[in-house]
C-alpha cells in the first residue's frame, strides 16, 4: 500500500511559479514511478509528467513542456512538480499517483494510487 499527500498548492500570478509535494508513504515507494496529474472544471483529468523509479527518465505533457520539472527523491519518499511560467490555464486540482509501471503505461493513467489532490490558481 502507498498513501499519497500533496502539498504547495495556491493562487499564483500568471507567469509565476509553484512547487508541488507529494510525499508518500509506504516501503515500496521507491520501486514505483510517479506522475502528476490534474484536471480543470468541466473537463477530464489529463497526465502533466512522470517520472520512473529511478528518477532517470522522465515524460511530460507537450503543454507543460520546458516550463515544469518533475524530480523525486527516494530518501524523503517524496515526488515534486516545480512549476515555472505558470498560465490561467494552468488552474487545475493537481494529482500525485504512483504504480509500478512504465512511462509509458502512466501517461494514459494507468496507476495504482492516488492522492487528494491540491488546487492551484493562476490569475491572469
Known amino acids: 500500500q502507498v498513501q499519497l499527500v500533496e502539498s504547495g498548492g495556491g493562487l499564483v500570478q500568471a507567469g509565476g511559479s509553484l512547487r508541488l509535494s507529494c510525499a508518500a508513504s509506504g516501503r515500496t515507494f521507491s520501486s514505483y514511478a510517479l506522475a502528476w496529474f490534474r484536471q480543470a472544471p468541466g473537463k477530464e483529468r489529463e497526465f502533466v509528467a512522470g517520472?520512473?523509479?529511478?528518477?532517470?527518465?522522465?515524460s511530460y505533457a507537450d503543454s507543460v513542456k520546458g516550463r515544469f520539472a518533475i524530480s523525486r527523491n527516494n530518501a524523503k519518499k517524496t515526488v515534486y512538480l516545480q512549476m515555472n511560467s505558470l498560465k490561467p490555464e494552468d488552474t487545475a486540482v493537481y494529482y500525485c499517483s504512483a504504480g509500478p509501471y512504465g512511462l509509458g503505461s502512466i501517461r494514459l493513467g494507468q496507476l495504482d494510487y492516488w492522492g487528494q489532490g491540491t488546487q492551484v490558481t493562476v490569475s491572469s
Open positions: 517520472i520512473s523509479w529511478s528518477g532517470g527518465g522522465t
